[in-house]
């Protein structure tokens, strides 16, 4: 499911925060006196000389941000500005005292500056700074500098993501008039260490900070308790990705100028909130992955001034009522808890919501008709839940609304037509509910996203589905649709990038014209005959076509070597009349080829030299009436099944994303003689499935090269000669299937090897001699090996007497 792809949270964060802080902040600029000659000639040269220490690289790592969210003109440093003959207090980013004429504050944040910083700075002489702010430029990885500490009358301090790392100097807790305080380094977060007594000497003398900003940080080693001894005065505590553990002293709920608190963390860090006594003036609270105690207290209900809440730190019970008294609130979101209950109805109280999100929790009982209240939501987000009932009528006075994600719960009912009608809906989730009867009418609303998958609509596929003109991802699989009124309709959506219809009872002929956006086509499972019709054009995007499980005939259209990104091509299950398509071999992204239970027949072999299938690991051909031998040449050029790392690193499910979309594909196995459809294709998956043909002569050496096969599967052939002890080497074989072949000789000892083997069948073949022993062999029943006359050993009772099998107690010592 798009919407829940995880980014890596503090990417996501940093998006988040940094476009709120732009939105938000005022756009003071560093006042600039042209008209007297205040700058000391001594200060003026400090910072040449400081300009010199660094290039200007406008490929830095956070040169995007800068651009992007500072709206810094691209490709200008502000010390271009600096030199020599003009004023320094007219420097872009220099200010200076009017009277005095001393350089009191240097902002130089997004001056794409790179180079290590010096220890020995000439930046240091400039005794009178007030506020420095070094944000993001690279310092590669320099340490901060401990003469920092020589800015006795700092007040402002932001070195935040400019890449310094190491430890913090001790000296920065010298700086006993900080105000403000950003140390934060998300992106280099195991580099810049806080260490424990630096900081409790921070704490300790920054008698007058009101905002605290160390995200990222390596606080490993802080006691978490020393933050109970910050300054009163603090409004801002900002640490995400700290690794802070142990347990956080919730007096920082009773700061009484507290107005955003951001925590997050792992299990590790707990933070209790309190039943009462909440006293800080807090806007923006949020707390994520770490423990906060069980329940949501009912004084939370005190916090008049919040504006966000955002609570992911495994809660459950109910919400108390009192959230309702939040009525400054404009974002909720109490995602990924365990609460249950029912949503309570004070809710609705909260007109000024914007965002509200409480999926992945347990919410059971109704969608509140109070809902409807909260006129300014673009955010309702209720997806991963047990909500039942209908979709209350009230909300259909969301008329602000562009995302409604009802996904995941027990809905119910026929879908209201007004949810066709919301003005402004972009993207609707309402699939994997149990809404039911038929759609009448799609309006013109400007949706992009539909999914209702995975209900129990049915009826025809109206064609005002062709209103809906923006739509990019249309998801109506799984559910009874059983007609679709003009097929061609589909050509009229002229975004569509994914168009999913399977497992409906769909009849007809497949669409003529498909629009040419579309990256994936899957009408898996319905009843469509007749020919694959189209003349896929030159320049085709198709990346996954899957038609299994239909009734088309006819000749695998020629025209598909056009789509050049394809990367699954799935026809099983039709009556489909072809040769082998070589012609395929060609195509440089292919990695799942599914011909299975077709009329495919003759010869399986290249035509020509160089790579084929060269990204290919899921070949299916069973149950077709092919030829002759196993098709040797393809075999030693399955580069993609040879990839001996391919199980390194943590597997991941074979997407097709698109700038606006994403889909997860699927596939059906056969595991054990089922066919099941496995929801996610890994991509590790590799298999060969040459079963029920026809194919002949012997398994060649080479199949031990795929080292990467999952699962082999030659049965119901007419194979001859051994079975390979090359086999041996395929270590990630989880199921071999031989049976029904006219194999002889013994079971290479070799396929011991195969440890993680959990299916074996080499049944009714021609084997002879001893059975292996030993690993997955002892895990093997009699099934494994009836009908071949020539085996004995363990677990078929015929003894090999003497002849190769020592007695088996001697065996298990091994
Ligand atoms: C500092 O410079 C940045 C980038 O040019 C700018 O966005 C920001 O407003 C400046 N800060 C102050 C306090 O002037
Ligand atoms: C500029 O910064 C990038 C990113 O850190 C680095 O790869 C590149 O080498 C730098 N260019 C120069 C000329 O130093
Ligand atoms: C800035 O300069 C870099 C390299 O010097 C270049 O790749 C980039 O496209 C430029 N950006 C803009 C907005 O001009
Ligand atoms: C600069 O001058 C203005 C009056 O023009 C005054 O209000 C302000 O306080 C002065 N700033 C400093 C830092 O002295
Ligand atoms: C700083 O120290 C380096 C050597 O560590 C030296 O080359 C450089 O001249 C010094 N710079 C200043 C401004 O003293
Ligand atoms: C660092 O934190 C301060 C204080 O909250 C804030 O004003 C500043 O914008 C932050 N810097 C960046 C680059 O986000
Ligand atoms: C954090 O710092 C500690 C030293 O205080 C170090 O042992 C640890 O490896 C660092 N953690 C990460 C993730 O870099
Ligand atoms: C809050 O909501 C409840 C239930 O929906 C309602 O009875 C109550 O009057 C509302 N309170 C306010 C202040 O609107
Ligand atoms: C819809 O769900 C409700 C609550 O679970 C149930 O009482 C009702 O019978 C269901 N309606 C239909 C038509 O299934
Ligand atoms: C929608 O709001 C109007 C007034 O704002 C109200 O009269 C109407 O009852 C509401 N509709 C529903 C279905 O709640
Ligand atoms: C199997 O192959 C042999 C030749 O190797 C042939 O004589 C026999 O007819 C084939 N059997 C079947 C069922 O095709
Ligand atoms: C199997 O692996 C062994 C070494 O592990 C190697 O000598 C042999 O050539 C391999 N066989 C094949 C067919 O790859």
């Not at 200060?43 to 290039?55: N, Y």
């Not at 020393?226 to 640490?239: A, I």
């Not at 219809?501 to 009843?527: D, E, F, R, T, W």
């Not at 896929?536 to 198709?542: D, I, Q």
Request: glycine letters at 6%; charged letters at 15%.
């Amino acid at each position: 499911m798009r919407i829940f792809t995880k980014l890596s949270a503090p990417l996501c964060l940093l998006f988040v925060f940094l476009c709120l802080k732009t939105a938000f902040s005022s756009s003071i600029h560093a006042s600039s006196f042209s008209t007297t000659h205040l700058c000391s000639h001594e200060e003026a040269l400090a910072l040449l000389q400081f300009k010199t220490s660094f290039s200007i690289n406008y490929t830095v790592l956070y040169a995007d941000n800068c651009v992007d969210f500072f709206y810094t003109k691209p490709n200008y440093s502000k010390i271009e500005s600096w030199k020599e003959g003009i004023d320094c207090c007219s420097w872009d980013g220099v200010s200076c005292d009017n009277v005095t004429g001393h350089v009191i504050a240097l902002n130089l944040s997004c001056s794409f500056l790179y180079g290590t910083f010096p220890s020995n700075s000439t930046l240091f002489f400039l005794r009178n700074l007030q506020s420095l702010n070094l944000a993001l430029n690279d310092f590669r990885l320099s340490k901060i500098p401990s003469e920092i500490s020589q800015f006795t009358r700092l007040k402002h301090l932001d070195v935040s993501f400019s890449r310094f790392s190491g430890q913090v100097p001790r000296e920065i807790a010298h700086l006993i008039k900080l105000v403000s305080l950003n140390l934060s380094n998300y992106y280099d977060s195991s580099d810049l260490i806080l260490e424990t007594t630096t900081f409790k000497n921070l704490v300790h003398n920054l008698s007058e900070v009101r905002e605290l900003v160390l995200s990222g940080v390596n606080m490993t080693s802080v006691n978490p308790r020393f933050f109970m001894n910050l300054s009163s005065s603090l409004t801002t505590l900002e640490l995400f990705e700290t690794m802070l553990r142990g347990n956080f002293p919730n007096s920082i709920f009773c700061f009484p100028n507290l107005k955003n608190f951001y925590l997050n963390g792992k299990r590790d860090l707990t933070i209790d909130l309190p039943s009462s006594n909440w006293s800080s003036p807090l806007q923006w609270l949020y707390l994520g992955g770490v423990d906060c105690g069980r329940r949501l207290p009912e004084s939370i209900g005190d916090l008049k001034s919040l504006q966000s809440l955002s609570l992911g730190c495994n809660l459950e019970g109910s919400i108390p009522a009192s959230i309702g008294n939040l009525s400054q609130l404009i974002r909720l979101s109490l995602f990924s808890n365990n609460f249950n209950g029912q949503i309570p109805t004070t809710l609705g109280n909260l007109t000024l919501l914007t965002s509200l999100d409480l999926s992945n929790n347990q919410f059971s009982g109704p969608i509140p008709a109070s809902i409807g209240n909260l006129s300014q939501l673009t955010y309702l987000i209720l997806s991963y839940n047990n909500l039942n009932g209908q979709i209350p009528s009230s909300l259909a006075n969301l008329t602000q609304l562009p995302y409604l994600f009802l996904s995941y719960n027990l809905l119910n009912g026929t879908l209201p037509p007004w949810i066709f009608t919301l003005p402004f809906l972009e993207q609707l989730y309402l699939n994997h509910n149990q809404f039911q009867g038929q759609i009448n009418q799609f309006q013109q609303n400007p949706l992009t996203l539909l999914d209702l998958s995975n209900n129990e609509l049915q009826g025809s596929i109206p064609n005002s589905i062709a209103n809906l003109v923006n739509l990019s991802y249309l998801n109506l699989s799984s559910n009874h649709f059983s007609d679709l009124i003009v097929p061609d309709m589909f050509s009229m959506l002229q975004n569509l990038e994914i168009l999913d219809l399977s497992h409906n009872n769909l009849i007809g002929k497949i669409p003529n014209c498909l629009p040419k956006s579309l990256s994936v086509l899957n009408l898996q499972a319905n009843y469509f005959d007749g020919n694959i019709p189209f003349g896929f054009p030159e320049g085709c995007g198709l990346r996954n076509l899957n038609l299994h499980g239909n009734q088309m005939d006819g000749l695998l259209p020629r025209s598909l070597v056009n789509c050049r990104m394809l990367e699954v091509l799935d026809v099983g299950n039709n009556n489909i009349s072809d040769t082998f398509p070589h012609w395929l071999e060609s195509l440089p992204e292919l990695q799942v080829l599914v011909l299975r239970s077709n009329k495919f027949h003759g010869f399986v072999h290249s035509t020509k030299e160089g790579p084929s299938f060269p990204k290919l690991r899921v070949l299916d051909l069973s149950s077709n009436y092919f030829v002759g031998a196993l098709p040797l040449r393809y075999i030693e050029n399955f580069n993609a099944m040879m990839d001996p790392h391919r199980d390194g690193g943590s597997p991941e499910y074979m997407m097709v994303s698109t700038i606006a979309n994403s889909y997860q594909c699927s596939l059906v196995v056969t595991w054990k003689g089922f066919d099941y459809e496995l929801q996610g294709i890994l991509t590790i998956f590799s298999t060969i499935h040459l079963s029920n043909n026809k194919f002949e002569g012997e398994i060649p050496d080479v199949i031990g090269k795929l080292s990467s096969l999952k699962g082999l599967n030659l049965s119901h052939n007419n194979l001859t000669g051994h079975i390979p002890s090359s086999l041996g080497n395929l270590t990630n074989l989880e199921w071999l299937d031989l049976s029904s072949n006219e194999l002889t000789g013994k079971i290479p000892d070799e396929l011991v090897s195969l440890t993680q083997l959990s299916v074996l069948n080499l049944s009714n073949n021609h084997l002879v001699g001893h059975i292996p022993q030993g690993s997955q062999f002892n895990t093997f029943g009699n099934g494994s090996y009836e009908g071949n006359l020539g085996l004995c050993g363990i677990p078929l009772s015929k003894s090999c007497d003497g002849i190769g099998t020592p007695p088996s107690s001697f065996q298990e010592k091994d």
